[in-house]
């Protein structure tokens, strides 16, 4: 294999985001990314592109990735509510997802220096307080990607407060979610996909909690634009799983928390919520709508 990794900068990347950022970019290119690596992800990316085209259960099952931005969203899943159907022409847009996954993991792996280990597609467990029920809640999960670094390359690449370990979940998204992610105050404004709960869940299995973790955006409307990754403190990550924990206890014995994201964010979760006029994207935003429990 060529060795093409990004070598080491004047100054050390002051956090894990502009390291991330760097190893990606350097990766990308066509001149530095592994052709072996190249292939073995592409062959990885066809796999998962078939399985769109051919596969046809979806799996309705609370999960760390779907199910848990809201409480109520949670509830309604574990009582067997229908969730509805993905709109028919969503395969394209989950293909390219799948190809723009296997392709960043092949550009990490080829950039990355001596000293870092990165772990792609890894299979992780649920915490000990997840659900046992697997009819109710998947049991596995995968994360994107885990780095970890070596004493010495964490010295020459990064700043030595940073920690030692980063998890990492690429997300695909339009021009303008893209612009969004990197405005979002995360923590605080409205998590619609759930992010943050699916990698607090994560992060806790993997006992990585306390070193935060990165959303990293890619831009699949301009796929020349840089890779956006954003850090998620664990303060952040720990007051996420505190509430997923909570919306989890209340689905399990059956209490109805209500418009639970509504009363969080109010008018910010219409884009969600499908009110004031909004399409609205949760699953569960028609019964939610029939059986009021606020006023809107
Ligand atoms: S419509 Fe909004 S409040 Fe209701 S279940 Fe969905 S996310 Fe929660």
């Known amino acids: 294999m060529t060795e093409n990794f990004l070598k080491p900068p004047e100054a050390v990347y002051t956090n894990w985001s502009k390291f991330l950022q760097a190893v990606w970019m350097h990766g ?16 990885a990316a066809a796999d998962s592109i078939r399985e769109v085209f051919t596969k046809r259960n979806e799996a309705r099952t609370v999960r760390p990735s779907a199910f848990l931005a809201c409480a109520r969203q949670t509830y309604y ?15 394209s847009t989950f293909a390219v997802g799948h190809l723009l996954h296997e392709l960043s993991y092949a550009a990490v792996e080829s950039a990355l220096p001596p000293g870092f280990v990165v772990e792609t597609e890894l299979g992780v467990g649920m915490p000990r307080w997840w659900p046992t029920d697997e009819t ?7 994360v994107d990607m885990l780095i970890s670094s070596g004493e010495s390359a964490h010295n020459k690449f990064l700043s030595p407060d940073e920690p030692h370990t980063m998890l990492v979940d690429f997300k695909t998204m339009g021009g303008f979610s893209y612009r969004k992610h990197g405005k979002t105050v995360w923590g605080e404004d409205p998590d619609a996909f759930g992010y943050l709960a699916q990698l607090a869940v994560y992060a806790e299995s993997l006992n990585v909690i306390d070193s935060g973790a990165i959303i990293a955006g890619i831009n699949r409307d301009s796929l020349t634009q840089p890779l956006l990754p954003r850090y998620i403190t664990s303060d952040a990550l720990r007051a996420e799983l505190d509430r997923v924990k909570i919306a989890i206890e209340m689905a399990v014995e059956g209490s109805d928390p209500g418009e639970e994201f509504l009363v969080r964010h109010d008018k910010d979760a219409y884009f969600q919520c499908g009110r004031g006029g909004k399409p609205g994207y949760c699953a569960f935003r028609e019964v939610c709508k029939a059986n009021p429990t606020r006023e809107d």
């Open 28 to 43: 990308m290119s066509v001149s530095n990314i592994v052709p072996e690596l190249a292939n073995s992800h592409i062959d």
């Open 136 to 142: 109710k809640f998947n049991q596995r999960g995968r």
């Open 77 to 91: 899943s574990v009582r067997g509510e229908d969730a509805g159907k993905m709109p028919d022409n969503i395969g």
